[in-house]
């Protein structure tokens, strides 16, 4: 199923071929160069010369679902960091749906968010994320953690990329926990250009248990780690995909963001963006998603945590921590009780994964009253 990009520009005389039984499609390579800037730079609407882009078929098995999300693309989001300068995110806009926000940064002229607004459902509901697009370019939504079947599974060149239409990926959590959902085409730039959203799968009973007579907790705080390369943020959307080298290979972060908000704390005007609130008794629950490439390292400034689920898993023994390595993808769901008033900054290293060297750190605070 799906589309398949061509080999190379020069395969000037490739056919493309849908694997799908219902349609075979012959191109013929344009004289623009797929070397990847096609997109026009930030808006990145303009087709990529060696794709092709198939209407967007019917989902296999498609039911009634529970709950349903309309998602667009925005890829005009700015994104004001600590040191005046504005990047250009992408993300997902929910045009419709029941998302709720995420407290993140700029909203762009076409809805969107960075990051994109959460989805949270309960465990064993059918949700159906509709994704449509019709700006001569791909996307995709792929659940990270979830087990849809593959046509739903959203991962690019493999399963459905959406081009002009909507698509429906149908799935059904069947374990609760954090996780989040991102584009899965051209993956290694619209991730970093800020295409994902936290994905929250609470038990049947709803909100205030981590999972079915597991822990309860009173407060919720959203810790989504990222680092920005802003050299990437003025690419097209095919960047690197046809042919041409861009330098994805090369990330050089000069921002870091936790949930959307510059955190390095390189300026006097930064504030801890996202900090919580918690009474002593209470317990606050964090829900951390490593959303960068680099692996990273938060710590909890003195408090201790309980780890009791990670990337959606509920773990054999309660782990605590007072602090968390973490590597791109993974998540973890952390119990903090704390006893003691005061303020607890919560700082999160990105790390570079071949020298070590702490390339930056976010920073945001939990407040116990
Ligand atoms: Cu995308």
Redesign the pocket.
């Known amino acids: 199923m799906g589309w398949r990009r061509r080999s190379s520009d020069s395969d000037s005389s490739s056919s493309t071929t849908t694997s799908s039984s219902d349609s075979t499609t012959s191109t013929s390579t344009s004289s623009m160069d797929g070397g990847g800037m096609d997109g026009g730079g930030m808006g990145g609407g303009m087709g990529g010369a060696c794709y092709v882009y198939p209407a967007a078929p019917a989902t296999p098995g498609r039911v009634t679902p529970n709950v349903s999300y309309n998602l667009g693309i925005d890829m005009n989001i700015p994104l004001t960091m600590d040191d005046g300068r504005t990047v250009t995110m992408?993300g997902f806009a929910d045009n419709g749906g029941n998302m709720m926000g995420m407290g993140g940064g700029g909203g762009g002229m076409g809805g969107g968010t960075f990051p994109s607004p959460a989805m949270r459902v309960r465990q064993g509901q059918i949700v159906h994320t509709n994704l449509s697009v019709n700006m001569m370019m791909m996307?995709?939504v792929h659940h990270h953690g979830i087990e849809p079947a593959p046509h739903s599974d959203g991962v690019g060149h493999i399963t459905w990329d959406v081009a002009n239409g909507t698509y429906t990926y149908q799935w059904r959590p069947s374990s609760a926990g954090t996780y989040f959902y991102h584009?899965h085409?051209?993956t290694v730039l619209?991730a970093e250009m800020g295409?994902y959203g936290a994905l929250i799968v609470d038990p049947p009973e709803g909100p205030g248990r981590l999972y079915s007579n597991g822990p309860r907790y009173d407060v919720e705080a959203f810790w989504v780690v990222d680092e920005v390369d802003s050299s990437w943020h003025t690419l097209g959307?095919t960047a690197g995909t046809c042919g041409g080298d861009v330098g994805l290979n090369e990330l050089n972060p000069d921002y870091f963001v936790i949930t959307g908000v510059d955190g390095s704390g390189n300026s006097a005007m930064n504030l801890p963006p996202i900090s919580a609130t918690v009474q002593r008794g209470q317990r606050l629950l964090a829900r951390y998603i490593c959303a960068g490439y680099h692996p990273q390292r938060i710590r909890f400034g003195g408090l201790t945590g309980t780890v009791h689920v990670s990337d959606g898993r509920v773990l054999p023994r309660p782990i605590q921590v007072t602090q968390l390595r973490a590597c791109s993808g993974e998540r973890y769901d952390i119990i903090f009780e704390p006893t003691s008033r005061g303020t607890y900054l919560i700082e999160t290293d990105i790390i570079h994964w071949v020298t070590g060297e702490v390339l930056g750190t976010t920073r945001t605070t939990v407040t116990v009253v």
């Open positions: 992408w996307h995709t584009c085409t051209n619209h295409m959307w």
